[in-house]
């Protein structure tokens, strides 16, 4: 069992930046692609972005590209995502993951969840 534990949520206004912290429990995040996902009220969960196990791949959503960036400390069995002007319908909870693989970016490929943090942009 992987524990995956986020921080770094809470209420901006637009343009602001914030940046997300996950942390594992466990070693094997050395040798795992993580992800983040989000879920804004009444709608379905979505990719957000996504690194592989050495840091050297990263993909993210359309709407994240160009103001999102996914980063990771394996020392520290941490992933980063930082947020840059951000906008009103980036209000969601955030999900770090971990994958069964080396990379992945489908929610499927993902075995492990954190609990999420919120993230609130006002207008």
């Known amino acids: 069992q992987v524990d995956l534990v986020e921080s770094g949520g809470g209420l901006v206004q637009t343009g602001d930046s914030l940046r997300l912290s996950c942390t594992a429990s466990e070693s094997t995040f050395n040798w795992r692609g993580m992800g983040w996902f989000r879920q804004a009220p009444g709608r379905d969960r979505e990719f957000v972005a996504a690194?592989?196990?050495?840091?050297?791949?990263?993909r993210y959503s359309d709407s994240a590209e160009g103001r999102f960036t996914i980063s990771r400390d394996n020392a520290k069995k941490t992933v980063y995502l930082q947020m840059n002007n951000l906008q009103p319908e980036d209000t969601a909870t955030y999900y770090c993951?971990?994958?069964?693989?080396?990379?992945?970016?489908?929610?499927?490929?993902?075995?492990?969840w954190g609990q999420g943090t919120q993230v609130a942009v006002s207008s």
């Open positions: 993951a971990q994958s069964t693989q080396t990379m992945a970016v489908l929610e499927s490929s993902f075995a492990y």
């Open positions: 690194i592989s196990s050495a840091g050297k791949i990263t």
